[in-house]
């Protein structure tokens, strides 16, 4: 009998081993207990795949997770919320009081909130819903090049939810730039300067057209197969492509008001567009998220050697496509062998670098230091290109005529920045020009704690991109705001479009001037209430 028992008890231990564990693991304490060490040999485990891929680890995650098992909470440390940093115009006293979504982040923790996570996420990888389609248009430039415009169309169930979200906030008394409108909002989004469409910026092309916007995608020569006619390339900061394809989207919606946003390094291009055009910009407003705003800093920073690898690849896949066309205008067997970014833009870009080359083959050839080879265009692309049919002299004087901010003083039009404290591929936060913001009332900066390169990953999956919220509500309360102003009589009644920018119309037009972000003008906080009541809300047009 007694082993009959023993032999019924061993039978029955595992199912009661089962039923004792399953008991204990309800236990709310041993619960957070087992959550606190899966998450520390996580977080371990992380640490060693950045330090064998060299990349730069979030401090703050690994302060939390250094805490003992049991502690406060085992999530990573709460956010102190985005900052917005700007001169106290009356337009940034109206998005802090209506633009609800800059006060309220909730960006995720780790590991979701990780920077390189998010960032691989957002670049190659990321979920955005639907899958969209795109009609593209090519667009033919003065100089013989192409463009390409890609304009988003949404599935048959994108249309029919996009009406009944419409037919519901209208029903509820909401307010959406987009929505139910007879000329509806074009969004213009520029991809990052390596060209293709990442999964973060679909996400944002479904976003906006949810809200009724047009989303059309403006693709740089060479990029996203789009053909290449001419052997030019779109330098970092150029921004005559862009010029010529915001006026033919203007042309194919007049009446609509065209707002633009660009991401990570497309920034370069938008903001040379819009220092260059100044007050004559077809756009009402624009925003950067993850920006590059120093360009010859993040080149000469440099970034981790992972994402480094990725975006040469890119490059020098797109360059290899047209080897045989450039062989005449540029060494592109040196630029395929490049191993940084800097190297790569400087071979493609600067005439000092082609020079070295050709007097290392040809000693005797008798070039001088700084002569220019004549390019390969015709006389009238010449003349319309003017300065940038030649290639720059060097790199400093690339940078002179390329750097983003170098017409700040001339931007008409409000702008949002977006940037996050651990972004993962651009220089440290310790280097964004905060007295361009603080002292230019056209410059708006968000600064986050956490959210990588255009990741801004909320707690909640569901609720889709932080960054897209903030950019998609920074237009409606932008138009509200405008349409205060013209109820006010602020509006010019002789203005072309219809549209308000923002201009001193008390101080004459300034020069435009190179290199801004290396004269900078300082000011004192103090007195920046005291100069608001000298600024109006208008915009004097020059073409």
Not at 1 to 15: G, I, K, R, Y
Not at 370 to 376: H, K, L, M, V
Request: net charge neutral; proline share 7%.
């Amino acid at each position: 009998m007694a082993s009959f028992l023993w032999d019924c008890f061993l039978f029955l231990l595992p199912s009661l081993l089962l039923v004792l564990l399953s008991v204990v693991l309800r236990c709310p304490r041993v619960q957070c207990w087992m959550r606190s060490a899966v998450r520390a040999a996580a977080w371990r485990l992380w640490v060693i795949i950045c330090l064998i891929l060299e990349l730069p680890l979030d401090t703050r995650a690994w302060t939390e997770e250094a805490k003992p098992p049991g502690s406060e909470s085992g999530s990573a440390p709460a956010s102190d919320g985005p900052r917005l940093i700007c001169k106290p115009t009356a337009l940034a006293k109206y998005l802090l009081r209506h633009c609800g979504s800059l006060g309220r982040s909730r960006l995720a923790g780790w590991p979701r909130g990780d920077p390189h996570l998010q960032t691989v996420s957002s670049l190659l990888c990321g979920q955005h819903g639907e899958t969209l389609q795109f009609t593209r248009d090519h667009l033919l430039l003065r100089d013989g090049g192409i463009v390409a415009l890609d304009w988003a169309v949404g599935t048959r169930l994108g249309e029919a939810r996009r009406r009944w979200e419409g037919r519901k906030e209208q029903q509820s008394g909401g307010k959406s730039l987009g929505c139910f409108t007879l000329t509806p909002p074009v969004l213009l989004l520029i991809p990052q300067s390596w060209g293709g469409m990442t999964p973060h910026l679909k996400a944002l092309s479904h976003q906006a057209m949810l809200q009724g916007f047009y989303v059309v995608v403006f693709h740089p020569r060479g990029t996203a197969s789009c053909p290449l006619t001419t052997a030019r390339l779109t330098e970092f900061g150029d921004p005559a492509d862009l010029e010529q394809a915001v006026s033919y989207v203007h042309s194919r919606h007049p009446s609509s008001v065209l707002v633009a946003v660009s991401e990570g390094s497309g920034s370069g291009i938008l903001l040379s567009y819009l220092g260059e055009c100044g007050s004559s910009t077809r756009l009402t407003a624009a925003a950067a998220i993850s920006p590059v705003l120093q360009g010859q800093l993040w080149f000469e920073t440099g970034i981790p050697p992972v994402y480094q690898w990725g975006s040469l690849v890119h490059r020098k896949l797109q360059l290899s496509r047209y080897k045989s066309s450039f062989r005449g205008v540029l060494d592109v067997d040196r630029a395929l062998k490049c191993s940084s970014p800097r190297d790569f833009e400087e071979t493609l870009f600067c005439s000092s670098v082609q020079l070295q080359s050709e007097a290392s083959e040809l000693p005797n050839s008798g070039l001088k230091s700084g002569s220019q080879s004549p390019p390969s265009l015709a006389p009238s692309a010449v003349w319309a290109l003017g300065e940038r049919a030649y290639q720059a002299k060097d790199w400093e004087n690339y940078w002179e005529r390329n750097e983003p901010l170098r017409d700040a003083d001339e931007v008409a039009v409000p702008v949002l920045c977006i940037c996050s404290s651990d972004d993962p591929l651009l220089p440290p936060a310790s280097t964004l020009p905060l007295q361009l913001f603080l002292s230019n009332p056209y410059f708006h900066l968000v600064l986050t704690d956490r959210g990588g390169h255009c990741g801004f990953t909320l707690e909640e999956e569901r609720e889709g991109n932080w960054s897209h919220i903030v950019v998609l509500e920074y237009f409606r309360v932008v138009a509200d705001f405008l349409k205060g102003e013209q109820r006010d009589g602020v509006l010019e009644e002789n203005s072309p479009t219809g549209q308000r920018s923002w201009i001193r119309n008390v101080v004459p037009q300034r020069r435009r001037r190179a290199a801004m972000m290396r004269r900078m003008r300082t000011q004192n906080p103090e007195y920046m209430d005291a100069e608001e009541g000298e600024f109006t809300w208008k915009r004097s047009y020059t073409r």
